[in-house]
């Protein structure tokens, strides 16, 4: 089955330092991974995605993330983190549907990120 | 701009109530999915559809059913509402493929009481 794992529940960052949220995926076959964003009290947006190609995946408000095959992960960073930043991050991989027909999202538990001034 | 409409951002049931959750979607996307959100537990996958009149039972299909009449509208059905079915509820479509990224609405916050 295709799973992401979320190691922390929290990440704390000083606003100005870099950041990273990690991810580690389990999937048979080849990946496709994606990154999203909640704002108290909102839907999820959409940050970026890896599919294939260049290992680094560049995305909304200046976040990126780093695809690596050897340890399963999808990490993501941003250079300088922001107050603004400060939100609940998921990682999600997709499912193909039982009949082949259509796919899903499977999310990880979701990261917590503070960002303080 | 995108649109995934939920009909309603806060609802409150009584148990046993057979509720109606509604959602939306302008863009034309074959898949639509309803989502669960809970503290800890991240979002899990109640039912999606990747056409009209299709579904497939997603991991937590207990207690729910869904409708697809038009290709547009996802119908998410409580047919008993129980307690622990309160929780943030999550409707999000996408092209049928698998490489593009999924659309969400912004919840429906549900309390059964």
């Known amino acids: 089955a295709q799973s992401v794992a979320q190691p922390e529940d929290q990440v704390n960052v000083a606003e100005g330092n870099p950041l990273t949220v990690k991810c580690t995926y389990s999937v048979s076959g080849n990946p496709y991974l994606f990154w999203y964003v909640q704002y108290p009290n909102r839907g999820l947006q959409f940050l970026l995605k890896?599919?294939?190609?260049?290992?680094l995946v560049k995305g909304s408000y200046g976040f990126e993330a780093e695809f690596n095959k050897s340890q399963t992960s999808f990490h993501l960073k941003k250079p300088s983190a922001l107050v603004s930043d400060s939100a609940l991050y998921f990682c999600a991989v997709s499912r193909p549907g039982n009949s082949n027909s259509g796919y899903a999202l499977n999310f990880g538990k979701g990261t917590s990120l503070l960002v303080t001034p | 701009d995108v649109k995934v409409t939920q009909s309603s951002r806060y609802l409150v049931k009584r148990t046993g109530e057979k509720v109606f959750l509604e959602c939306v979607q302008d863009m034309d996307h074959e898949n639509m999915f309803w989502y669960r959100q809970d503290p800890g537990l991240g979002l899990r996958l109640i039912y999606f559809?990747?056409?009209?009149?299709?579904?497939e039972k997603g991991d937590i299909p207990e207690g729910y059913s869904v409708s697809r009449e038009k290709k547009e509208r996802f119908s998410l059905i409580l047919e008993s509402a129980s307690t622990n079915q309160t929780s943030m509820y999550l409707c999000?479509?996408?092209?049928?493929?698998?490489?593009?990224?999924?659309?969400f609405g912004q919840g429906t916050r549900l309390t059964v009481v």
């Open positions: 559809s990747y056409d009209v009149k299709m579904k």
């Open positions: 999000a479509s996408s092209f049928v493929e698998g490489l593009t990224e999924a659309f």
């Open positions: 890896y599919i294939t190609g260049d290992n």
